[in-house]
């Protein structure tokens, strides 16, 4: 009897900002490497306890600096996924090359499931405070797991509205397939911002392949130092492919793959 091996796909990325942050504003950046870092611990943290599942794990970071050659705003970028996306704010700068992440796990790697993990709005904090995380997925029963295993390992997320009939239009723009940022940041941003990620995955966010989100931006620091958010909440989430009896003893059930877990069609 041949086992089938679930692909899982984690990304992660963000970069600076140039549209342009004040001179107090700038400094402290080094921690919107915070997504990235969760993904990178929580990879080798993975392959060390023996994870059995194919696991791929794809860094998405770039250089955000003022050049000859940087984005400015009204120009028109061509995604990975082949969406073009009018850039209106240059700051919204992570979600493109996450966008490319998604797109590079579900057309090259063919992922079973993509869990991407940012510090990707200032939002986040106002959406979920300072303790949990924000998780947006396509999935009720993978978000359900999300959030147990934050329990479990004391790196919390808590869901936010998942609603992208009610809120993509945000994004709407008469030049190309989407605006890389909100015409109204009071709409439900924190949610917003991981719908642009997930525009790149499906057409129509249709809930075929099973998609997670995590928003960590204030999360992922206290004052100046970083808090190493990620790593024991992807491997709590995922325990169950681990062969740590720990992991193992304390992993939530995983989904079945029978119907992905798909939100219904209201």
Not at 7 to 35: E, L
Not at 75 to 103: C, F, M, P, Q, W
Not at 123 to 136: C, E, K, N, R
Request: charged share 20%; hydrophobic share 40%; with cysteine.
């Amino acid at each position: 009897k041949q086992w089938y091996q679930r692909r899982v796909a984690i990304t992660a990325g963000d970069t600076g900002g140039f549209s342009i942050k004040t001179k107090t504003g700038m400094p402290g950046m080094k921690r919107d490497c915070g997504g990235a870092a969760g993904i990178l611990g929580a990879f080798k943290a993975a392959v060390e306890v023996g994870f059995t599942q194919n696991l791929h794990a794809v860094l998405c970071v770039a250089e955000n600096s003022v050049g000859p050659v940087a984005t400015v705003p009204d120009d028109i970028h061509i995604l990975y996924s082949g969406k073009s996306v009018e850039i209106n704010n240059t700051d919204a700068e992570g979600r493109l090359v996450l966008g490319d992440g998604v797109a590079y796990a579900k057309k090259d790697l063919k992922a079973d499931i993509i869990l991407d993990m940012a510090t990707l709005t200032g939002a986040q904090g106002i959406t979920t405070g300072t303790s949990h995380g924000a998780v947006l997925s396509n999935s009720e029963s993978w978000e359900r797991c999300a959030v147990s295993a934050g329990l479990i390992s004391a790196d919390m997320v808590y869901p936010i509205i998942y609603a992208p009939e009610l809120h993509f239009q945000e994004f709407k723009s008469s030049m190309a397939d989407m605006k890389n940022s909100v015409k109204n940041f009071d709409n439900a941003y924190c949610s917003n911002a991981g719908l642009f990620i997930g525009s790149h995955i499906s057409n129509n966010f249709d809930g075929a392949l099973p998609w997670l989100h995590f928003d960590i931006s204030a999360v992922a620091f206290q004052g100046e130092r970083a808090t190493g958010f990620g790593p024991a909440l992807l491997l709590s989430m995922f325990g169950e492919y681990s062969r740590s009896n720990m992991l193992l003893s304390v992993a939530p059930s995983l989904p079945n793959d029978a119907n992905n877990g798909k939100r219904p069609k209201n």
